[in-house]
T-cell receptor
Framework: SQTIHQWPATLVQPVGSPLSLECTVE??????LYWYRQAAGRGLQLLFY??????ISSEVPQNLSASRPQDRQFILSSKKLLLSDSGFYLC????????????FGPGTRLTVL | TQLLEQSPQFLSIQEGENLTVYCNSS?????LQWYRQEPGEGPVLLVT?????EVKKLKRLTFQFGDARKDSSLHITAAQPGDTGLYLC?????????FGKGTRLHILP
């Protein structure tokens, strides 16, 4: 069966510090991978998605970036965090060209102080 | 810009009551999904509806896709405390998936 892991579960970082969040998927090959941010009152905002190794599409311009160094690994990064980067970050995967059914990881709660 | 409006935003009812929550848009979606999210966890897919007018049942939950594929409803019969959570709808439009802000449901024992 497929599983998706995210770490860390929680993170408190000062403004201006770097960020690296990791997501890995097990039990499937060539998944589509997604990074979302969920902030109170704003719903789920799609940040990045990837259909393959090294292929990243950005949905929203911001100081975050994403990379996919391996088939089942997706990384969200920032060089300098802003207060507005605080939120609940969710990684998700789906399979197939047409299916958009999302299977989410447990999330990372990021607080920028 | 495609938007999905969910209503109500918040709903608190007694155990055993019935309820309906709604997901509306002015856009036509190729399919629509419902998720439930508990605090501190990721959303979990409940169902996908594809055909206009389609009805799917998951135990006490009944999901309906509007005939024009612009809206959907979720009806819960005899709500239980375990139904408490954030219910999100998500519409698929072309290559995109768009989430609503959710209905936060609290079932009082």
């Amino acid at each position: 069966s497929q599983t998706i892991h995210q770490w860390p579960a929680t993170l408190v970082q000062p403004v201006g510090s770097p960020l690296s969040l990791e997501c890995t998927v097990e039990g499937t090959s060539n998944p589509n991978l997604y990074w979302y941010r969920q902030a109170a009152g704003r719903g789920l905002q799609l940040l990045f998605y990837s259909v393959g190794i090294g292929q990243i599409s950005s949905e929203v311009p911001q100081n975050l970036s994403a990379s996919r160094p391996q088939d089942r690994q997706f990384i969200l990064s920032s060089k300098k965090l802003l207060l507005s980067d605080s939120g609940f970050y969710l990684c998700a995967w789906s399979v197939g060209i047409d299916s958009k059914e999302q299977f989410f990881g447990p999330g990372t709660r990021l607080t920028v102080l | 810009t495609q938007l999905l409006e969910q209503s109500p935003q918040f709903l608190s009812i007694q155990e055993g009551e019935n309820l309906t929550v709604y997901c509306n848009s002015s856009s036509v979606f190729s399919s629509l999904q419902w998720y439930r999210q508990e605090p501190g966890e990721g959303p979990v897919l409940l169902v996908t509806v594809v055909t206009g007018g389609e009805v799917k049942k998951l135990k006490r939950l009944t999901f309906q896709f509007g005939d024009a594929r612009k809206d959907s409803s979720l009806h819960i019969t005899a709500a239980q405390p375990g139904d408490t959570g954030l219910y999100l709808c998500a519409g698929v439009w072309g290559d995109k998936i768009i989430f609503g802000k959710g209905t936060r449901l609290h079932i009082l024992p």
